[in-house]
Structure formats: C-alpha cells, structure tokens
C-alpha cells in the first residue's frame, strides 16, 4: 500500500523485453533504498513494482503482460522520468489517501493552465472509471494524490501547486501526456458492497441506473 504522495523522481535507464513481458532498470535518484530488499514494492508512475535487483545506483522490477496492457509502462523509453515511492510503513504519515499501485486505466491530458503560480489541469478518464471521479475526491495520477478540483463526464479537473510540479513528473505533462489512473479505493469497494448478492452474478454490468431504482436508492 502506498499514501501517494511522492518521495523522489527516478529515471528510466533500461529496458529488457523478456518473453512477452519486461524488465526495467530504474536510477532512484534521491530515494533512499538502504532499507528496500529485493521482493519490496516501490510505486514507480503510480504501478507497484516488485524489486527484484539492487545493482547499487536503483532497482530492477519485472512488469508482467497484463501490467503491460493495463498501464503507460508500455510507453516508457530510457531518459524518461519517473514518480517513485516506497510503500508504506506502520509509522509513515498518510498524507494522501489509501493508494494500492494497480492501476485502474489510461487518463490523457486535455489541457494545462497557468493559475496564478499553481498550473491547471484537465484530464479525460476511461468512460468506465468515470463514475468513480467525484468532485473534492481523491484521484491517483502516475501515483499522485490528488484532489479533483471538477468534473465533466469523463473528464476532470486539477489545481497542482508549484511544490507538486517540482517534486513529481507532472511539471513534464503537456495536452496528449498519457497517465496511469487509479481510483479511490473506498468507491471500488462501496460499489461492490452495494451491488449485495448481484456482485456472485457472472457478467454482471454492476451499478446501473435501473440497479439503484429497482432497489430503491432513489425514486426514477
């Protein structure tokens, strides 16, 4: 598990396909790795990634087809920079909310903004996570807690303070930027629990309109 908020900027310095999958070498840059083994979890644009080699100077992880699919990671190229983050401890201070590192799809930025000094941002989500985006929620972007300043159907907006823009990759982003999106977690799993004894159901299209009436959430 992971707060999202960002410890260092690392740099994507290799990438080795193997077998349909691939391995990628990370320089950590000021992340502190004295206390990583090999088999911890580092967050690395949002995808928690399994150390799998300390060569010294970063971390090896193995990225599996599926996460292949799923995530920007596909995107990478040697130079790229990249959000990092260790997961949590018992004593870390949970300064974001509750992040686990698997990402829930493929945002794009629409635009960006000058604010006053903070920059202005608007992303397009996934038609099927917009549901989960709610105005003053949470929202993870290439691993960043964040708060959703608007929302437009599938798209929604962000206020990023001048600290933020320096210390993660967003100060790279630029309209067409691709990100790894995960949603609140406390929504993926209310919906679920209301979903009730529907949730055994195969192939169900789970909260629907028709759902919420049907069970009298709210009178159509």
Known sequence: MFTG??????????????????????RSGKLDLSDVQLG????????????VD???????ADVSAETLDV?????????DRVNQEKALTPQTRLGGHIVSGHVDGIGEVV???QEARAERF???????????IAHKGSITVDGTSLTVNAVDGAEFELTIVPHTLQETVMGDYSA??????????????????????????????????????QHGFFKR
């Open 54 to 60: 300390l060569p010294g100077d970063g971390y090896w």
């Open 5 to 26: 908020i960002i410890e260092a900027i690392g740099e994507i310095t290799e990438l080795k396909p193997q077998g349909g999958d691939l391995r990628v070498r990370v």
């Open 176 to 213: 067409g930027t691709r990100v790894n999106l995960e949603v609140d977690l406390i929504a993926r799993y209310l919906e679920r629990l209301l979903l009730g004894d529907k949730a055994a159901e195969p192939d169900s299209d789970g909260l629907t309109v028709e759902f919420l009436a």
């Open 111 to 113: 635009w960006r903004r």
């Open 122 to 132: 608007r992303v397009r989500a996934p038609d099927h996570l917009a549901r989960y």
């Open 71 to 79: 995530t920007s990671v596909k995107r990478w190229k040697t130079g």
């Open 40 to 51: 911890d979890s580092i967050a690395t644009n949002g995808v928690c990634l399994t150390v």
